[in-house]
């Protein structure tokens, strides 16, 4: 901790390593919801088919894209390679349409599997170096990990929170270093 900021400087290091680690991940490996206008926030959202509070997140997908936060969905299968969640996830990315895959699978609805090359594999083994312990793991734009669901009004105050205190502590070193 750096008394004088009251930052934590081993969570600044790690915010810094889950985004260099996330780097090489465009949006073509993710399943991205994202809102009409303006983007404030873009999350991260390392999310297995079948785990009850990430269909509740996807639930409120529309609220999340309504308040300007973007949705990246990464697949985290929590069990791990050879598994049914696995093959939900790769039949969702097969899919023509991702995104309706995925609503649908995250529903219950069975999609239809298909064959594709997929980077599901890539996608759990960067869940894995980040330490993603459950689903719906997320990682903020600016390198924080929340683990488990927040209601999208919550989440939105979060992020503007966040980003305030990010604001407030660079101002403060700015001023400090002058």
Same mark, same amino acid.
């Given at each position: 901790? &750096?008394?004088? %900021?009251?930052?934590?400087?081993?969570?600044?290091?790690?915010?810094?390593?889950?985004?260099? @680690?996330?780097?090489?991940?465009?949006?073509? &490996?993710?399943? $991205?919801?994202?809102?009409?206008?303006?983007?404030?926030?873009?999350?991260?959202?390392?999310?297995?088919?079948?785990? %009850?509070?990430?269909?509740?997140?996807?639930?409120? $997908?529309?609220?999340?894209?309504?308040?300007? $936060?973007?949705?990246?969905?990464?697949?985290?299968?929590?069990?791990?390679? !050879?598994?049914?969640?696995?093959?939900?996830?790769?039949?969702?990315?097969?899919? +023509? !349409? #991702?995104?309706?895959? @995925?609503?649908?699978?995250?529903?219950?609805?069975?999609?239809?599997? =298909?064959?594709?090359?997929?980077? $599901? +594999?890539?996608?759990?083994?960067?869940?894995?170096?980040? =330490?993603?312990? =459950?689903?719906?793991?997320?990682?903020?734009? #600016? =390198?924080?990990?929340?683990?488990?669901?927040?209601?999208?009004?919550?989440?939105?105050?979060?992020?503007? %929170?966040?980003?305030?205190?990010?604001?407030?502590?660079?101002? !403060?070193?700015?001023?400090?270093? %002058?």
């Amino acid at each position: 901790f &750096d008394m004088t %900021s009251k930052a934590n400087l081993t969570e600044q290091r790690r915010q810094e390593g889950r985004l260099a @680690l996330m780097a090489p991940f465009s949006d073509d &490996d993710a399943i $991205i919801f994202a809102p009409a206008g303006a983007v404030r926030h873009t999350l991260t959202v390392f999310t297995d088919i079948d785990c %009850s509070y990430c269909r509740r997140l996807h639930q409120e $997908i529309g609220e999340l894209n309504r308040l300007g $936060i973007r949705v990246r969905y990464l697949m985290y299968p929590r069990n791990g390679p !050879d598994t049914e969640a696995w093959r939900k996830a790769e039949a969702v990315w097969c899919s +023509a !349409d #991702r995104r309706d895959a @995925l609503t649908r699978a995250k529903r219950g609805e069975t999609v239809k599997p =298909g064959k594709c090359e997929t980077p $599901i +594999a890539a996608h759990y083994a960067l869940g894995q170096r980040l =330490g993603i312990h =459950g689903t719906p793991g997320i990682i903020t734009d #600016r =390198g924080e990990y929340l683990a488990g669901y927040l209601p999208a009004a919550s989440m939105a105050e979060y992020l503007a %929170s966040s980003a305030r205190t990010a604001a407030a502590r660079c101002a !403060d070193n700015t001023r400090a270093a %002058s």
